[in-house]
């Protein structure tokens, strides 16, 4: 399986869970997978909870390092502005993204956290990869819950945070 299959691995068990269907890889300098991660926020009652997150905190849980030199996430959707801040933190090699995310997303739009003057370090982003199949997950996901009668306040919540794409 690829990353990117991987990652969409994450997303669809992510969906299963009722969250918000996103799912993030973290590969090692020589291509390994160290931590793989699907949106936990309802699951974990934690609004931090994105993929990306958990995927790097795991990741550098298992090398032991606070910053993961070399290192590459791959991710269905854009990361938001939090996540593409962290990955500048976690010192990451290279983003990998599947669809774009024009209301949420935060490297490609709104902030563009990477090309913000004093931003310390440009990972090298390569976005587009599988898009239809990563958008789709997501779309499928909205429209199930558009047209579900019990949406909840936290549910729209989720939508805005994250782009109805
Ligand atoms: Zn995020």
Redesign the pocket.
């Known amino acids: 399986m690829s990353p990117m299959d991987q990652a969409l691995a994450e997303a669809r068990a992510a969906a299963a869970r009722n969250e918000v269907p996103v799912g993030a890889v973290v590969l090692g300098p020589g291509g390994q997978v160290l931590a793989r991660a699907g949106n936990r926020t309802e699951a974990d009652a934690d609004a931090s909870a994105?993929a990306?997150?958990l995927a790097l905190r795991e990741a550098a849980r298992r090398l032991g390092t606070p910053r993961l030199i070399g290192c590459d996430l791959v991710v269905t959707l854009e990361?938001?502005p939090?996540?593409a801040a962290a990955l500048v933190h976690f010192r990451i090699r290279r983003l990998v993204f599947g669809a774009y995310d024009p209301k949420g997303g935060g490297v490609e739009h709104g902030p563009r956290i990477f090309d913000a003057p004093g931003c310390l370090h440009r990972p090298e982003v390569v976005g587009g990869v599988q898009e239809a199949e990563c958008g789709a997950l997501l779309q499928v996901f909205f429209q199930k819950l558009r047209a579900s009668n019990s949406i909840e306040i936290i549910s729209i919540k989720g939508l805005s945070d994250h782009g109805s794409l």
């Open positions: 994105h990306e997150m990361p938001c939090m996540c």
